[in-house]
């Protein structure tokens, strides 16, 4: 049972590339969810979903997009990344009012 | 808005012994959960404890138990026996009962002494 996988662990990109983040879960969660983490900050709400083809903004969704096609996977976007996202990216699901399982962390640099 | 403040950026503890870690949060909502997750250096994070507003029993989990007073806005974690694999970051977080969004804390880095 895999939890939650995110796809790629690592990466660096320049400023102004574009890339995707895969994130799938296999446990049939409705909600599912993209967080960022900074030094000496928690993990804050980028964009979230409720359900297959539905995707919400967060906290913090500016320069960023997400799609979400199928249910066991949601997918973030940076069209032209710039340094200031430079971060620790997290997804996470669950079932409505229970628990969010986190996936391992995506380490993204932007030079 | 809801806000969640953990004042101890690092605390330390010798194995064996106790600590507590403070979180206090700001709501107006009476209906809510609350949580602590813990991160290891291998950035997993995972779910310590949870607490129901609703319950005045503080939740237990083992080693790990909350003093939560609802009135103070307080959620504090104990974290009895401190082993060293208890080495992590610790985060609160909030939940209201209407959303499925979590609201973190700043975290607090907790090391553990042989």
Request: aromatic content about 12%; overall charge neutral.
């Amino acid at each position: 049972n895999a939890g939650v996988t995110q796809t790629p662990k690592f990466r660096v990109l320049k400023t102004g590339q574009s890339m995707t983040l895969l994130c799938a879960q296999d446990m049939n969660h409705e909600y599912m969810y993209w967080y960022r983490q900074d030094p000496g900050m928690g993990l804050r709400l980028i964009h979230y979903s409720v359900g297959e083809g539905t995707t919400a903004k967060g906290e913090v969704p500016d320069g960023y997009n997400v799609s979400r096609l199928k249910k066991q996977n949601f997918l973030l976007g940076l069209e032209s990344a710039a340094p200031s996202q430079t971060s620790v990216y997290f997804c996470a699901s669950s079932y409505f009012a229970q628990p969010q399982h986190f996936g391992d962390g995506t380490r993204l640099s932007i030079l | 808005a809801q806000t969640v403040t953990q004042s101890q950026p690092e605390m330390s503890v010798q194995e064996a012994e106790t600590v507590t870690l403070s979180c206090t949060y700001d709501t107006s909502e009476s209906d809510y959960y609350l949580f602590w997750y813990k991160q290891p250096p291998s950035r997993q994070m995972i779910l310590v404890i949870r607490q129901e507003a609703y319950k005045q029993q503080n939740a237990t989990e083992n080693r790990f138990s909350v003093n939560f007073q609802k009135a103070a806005k307080s959620f504090s974690l104990k974290i009895s026996d401190s082993q060293l694999g208890d080495a992590a970051m610790y985060f609160c977080a909030y939940r209201a009962a209407d959303t499925d969004k979590l609201i973190f804390g700043t975290g607090t880095r907790l090391q553990v002494f042989p």
